[in-house]
Structures are given as structure tokens and as C-alpha cells.
């Protein structure tokens, strides 16, 4: 399906700042170009083509074991038998089975891989979802910076595919632990990477456009941090009063209840025997009075 139609896409610093026009993408690439059955082959051989051949069976000959003949060939009214590795026996050689001599590489024409990815890149550009940036230039790694990026454009959650003009390691590293944001070169785009993402960034060099730089918006975080500065004063204040008044108080309390509970329990166990001994001799007493 091809139609000759333009295109243009969104313009924005690397800080996420909003450009006043939109840029016209170049008709070589973005001129309306839709082939599906393209499509579908090159990200078939490209999914092909990661495959590894590791599941590996083996067939009796790799088999250890079963080099002598289980039982002798006639007289015991069995079938006979050459070895206990053939396939029909438990343990024995797989018939058929996977191998890692298997090869799954497929090769695709370079016209049909340029003509599919030139499909996936239109096929974007009909949905509005390819974004130009100005320039990307990291002093260096800083997952921060793609981060704001990507809240600016209000992509979070989104597969961004990152495009840059040429190697730029510094951008690479600061979207590496992001499994939402691959980076790569331009020409190193395949169409499973761009069919793979939600929104494309494009560098603008990369299409062909110079972009002179624009004032940055200017930051509105600074009054919230100082806001939380002063509050947090305070409240270590208060932390350290209330830390340090009730521990002696408690630590008293305790001890203090402590010693009462253990001394009366001392005390009164001679107080009975007291009791027990004089009550026998005031009965002597009031005996020998009586007696006189």
C-alpha cells in the first residue's frame, strides 16, 4: 500500500521543552509506505534468528551403555534382542528428537529488509507517534534526564524506542535500566524494534534537520524542596524532646516497683514464725498465775 502523503512530527528539546512548529519529515523515507506481508517476514526472521538450538537429544549410538546382547538369541521363548538402547526400550535412544545441529537462521534481502523498515517507520508516522528531538548530548550517563524526558512527553508506561544520530554510549547508558526505553543508532533500527515500541524519538539530525536551541523552561521544583526543608526542623525537634524525657521516668517507675514487690515477701515469712513462737509462752504465763 503506498501513498504519497507528508508528514510532520512533534518538535522538543532533550529536556522535554516544546517547540512552536512541527517539522516535516523527509518524503524519501516518510512517504506513505504500508507493506504488511514485508513487515511480517522480517520480524518472523528476526525473531528466527535469536533462537538458539539448545534442547539436544540422543540417539542409541550416543547412548551409554548396551553394548551386550541382553539374553541369548534362541530357547528362551522371547523376542530376541540386540541391545537395551534400542528406542522401543525404557532408557534406550530417541528417535527423531531435537538436535543442537538444528540451524533457525533465515536470511532476508537487503531490499526487503530497507522496504520493511521504511513500512514500520510510516506506519508510526499514520498513528502520530514519532517525535523529534533536538539533539542528544549527555556529558554523562544520567537515567534521571531520560526519565524527565520521557514524564514531559507523557509517555510513562510506554514503549519508547530512542533513535539517536550515530553512537552516543552516554545515551545508551542512562536508558539501560529502563526495560520501557531502548536506545539505538537510526541506521541500526530494525522493524521489530520499531513495530516493538509505542512512540519513537528521533534525533533531528538524524532526519535531516539543524535545530538551533531554545530557552528551557524554567524549573518549578526549588520552592517545594525549601518548603520541605523548614517543615522537617521542627519536627527533629520535637523528636529528640519526646526521646529524651520519658526514658528516666520509665526506667524509675520500674525499679522502683520492683523493689516493692520483692521486699514484703522477705519480711513477712519471719513475722508469721514470730507469731507462731510467743503464743505458747503467753499460755505458760497465765497458767502459773492461776496455779498461785
Known amino acids: 500500500m503506498a501513498e504519497n502523503m507528508t508528514f510532520e512530527a512533534a518538535a522538543y528539546t532533550a529536556q522535554g521543552t516544546e517547540r512552536s512548529e512541527k517539522l516535516p ?9 504500508v507493506n504488511m506481508p514485508v513487515m511480517h517476514q522480517a520480524v518472523k526472521a528476526f525473531l528466527a534468528n535469536q533462537r538458539q538450538a539448545n534442547a539436544h537429544t540422543k540417539i542409541r549410538k550416543y547412548v551409554t551403555g548396551g553394548n551386550q546382547k541382553p539374553w541369548k538369541q534362541k530357547g528362551t521363548g522371547r523376542a530376541r534382542q540386540g541391545s537395551t538402547r534400542a528406542p522401543h526400550w525404557v532408557g ?5 528428537g531435537p538436535t543442537s545441529d538444528r540451524n533457525y537462521h533465515e536470511d532476508v534481502p537487503r531490499q526487503i529488509r530497507q522496504l520493511a523498515k521504511k513500512s514500520a517507520l510510516n ?4 498513528e502520530n507517534a514519532i517525535v523529534v528531538i533536538d539533539r542528544f548530548e549527555f556529558d554523562a550517563p544520567k537515567t534521571a534526564r531520560i526519565a524527565s524526558l520521557v514524564q514531559s512527553l507523557g509517555l510513562d508506561g510506554q514503549k519508547v524506542l530512542i533513535l539517536t544520530d550515530g553512537v552516543k554510549p552516554n545515551v545508551f547508558l542512562s536508558a539501560r ?3 520501557t526505553v531502548h536506545v539505538m543508532p537510526f ?11 509505542d512512540t519513537v524519538l528521533i534525533e533531528a539530525s538524524a532526519v535531516g534537520h539543524a535545530l538551533e536551541p531554545i530557552a528551557e523552561r524554567a524549573p518549578t521544583e526549588r520552592p517545594v524542596a525549601k518548603k520541605a526543608a523548614a517543615k522537617t526542623v521542627p519536627a527533629t525537634k520535637k523528636a529528640s524532646a519526646k526521646r529524651e524525657t520519658p526514658k528516666p521516668v520509665k526506667t524509675k517507675a520500674k525499679t522502683a516497683r520492683k523493689a516493692a514487690a520483692k521486699a514484703p515477701a522477705k519480711k513477712k515469712a519471719p513475722a508469721k514464725k514470730a507469731s507462731a513462737k510467743k503464743a505458747p ?11 498461785e
Not at 519529515?25 to 509506505?33: C, E, K, Q
Not at 534406550?92 to 527423531?96: A, K, L, Q, R
Open 281 to 291: 509462752a503467753a499460755k505458760k504465763t497465765a497458767r502459773k498465775r492461776t496455779k
Open 123 to 126: 506506519a508510526r508516522a499514520r
Open 177 to 179: 535500566n529502563r526495560p
Open 92 to 96: 534406550g535412544g530417541t528417535v527423531f
Open 187 to 197: 541506521t541500526d533500527a530494525s522493524t521489530y524494534h520499531i513495530l516493538w515500541s
Open 25 to 33: 519529515l523527509p518524503t524519501s523515507t516518510f512517504d506513505g509506505t
